[in-house]
């Protein structure tokens, strides 16, 4: 089976198009270093032919809310619209647990993205999944400054490769419409996160300081509500296995 990956070459997409391949499958690599741009549609209708599932884990690096709505908005209607023209049987969308809780402008374009799906012609599920072991990495290297500002509150860590697993596993399958939340193994502090990163020489050594944010985030919003698969990998052991010499 062709298995389309939008986002390809992105912290998800690598694992989802390594997994397409251990399963026997062929992916089809959709970036734009690979000529395919979703935002203006170039390329796609060449890269979906023959294409029977579509995962889309395509990524915009903002925190600003016009900037991914416009971004999730357009990436959205023309991926859609290409995958209903190239007969796709299947749309896989990653989406994130708690977007509908946190006020955040990166999550009201998950919001508009899931919105356009779900009101597509083509078959659909998607998999809200709670944040990556590399979040309190990525919060670090938004605050350049000699003390790291991090949210307090909790998250539900998942490991990249056990996200990707479970995407492969949908395109295989029937579509779903909303899939069971993943979650993480384990609920950890995310300046706890923070600070062990930096303790295991993860990241640049500097004080943390907690902050409140109003909105959801630091109130447990972004933690799954319900019943759903449970990863296996925990923050710790992924640190561990990021921070030891090979």
Not at 47 to 56: C, H, I, Y
Not at 192 to 208: D, F, H, K, Q
């Amino acid at each position: 089976m062709k298995i389309a990956v939008a986002g390809g070459t992105g912290v998800a997409g690598r694992f989802v198009v390594d997994v397409v391949k251990a399963r026997g499958h062929t992916p089809v690599v959709m970036s734009r270093g690979r000529g395919v741009d979703l935002v203006s549609g170039a390329g796609l209708d060449a890269a979906l032919a023959g294409v029977e599932a579509v995962v889309d884990v395509a990524n915009l690096a903002t925190s600003r809310k016009a900037a991914a709505v416009e971004f999730f908005d357009k990436a959205g209607r023309n991926l859609v619209a290409a995958a209903g023209r190239a007969g796709v049987r299947h749309l896989v969308t990653l989406s994130i647990v708690g977007i509908d809780r946190v006020r955040f402008g990166y999550y009201a374009g998950k919001l508009r993205q899931e919105e356009i799906v779900q009101g597509g012609a083509v078959p659909w599920t998607i998999l809200r999944a709670t944040q990556f072991h590399e979040f309190a990495g990525q919060l670090l290297d938004r605050v350049p400054g000699p003390i790291a500002l991090v949210p307090t509150g909790r998250v539900q860590p998942v490991a990249v490769r056990e996200v990707a697993e479970a995407l492969v596993d949908a395109a295989l399958g029937a579509p779903q419409g909303m899939a069971p939340e993943l979650a993480g193994p384990r609920v950890e502090s995310l300046v706890g996160m923070a600070r062990s990163l930096i303790a295991a020489g993860g990241a640049r050594r500097r004080p943390v300081l907690p902050v409140y944010l109003p909105g959801g985030m630091s109130s447990g919003g972004l933690l799954p509500t319900g019943a759903g698969p449970r990863g296996t990998q925990t923050f710790a052991d992924w640190l561990k296995e990021q921070t030891t010499p090979a």
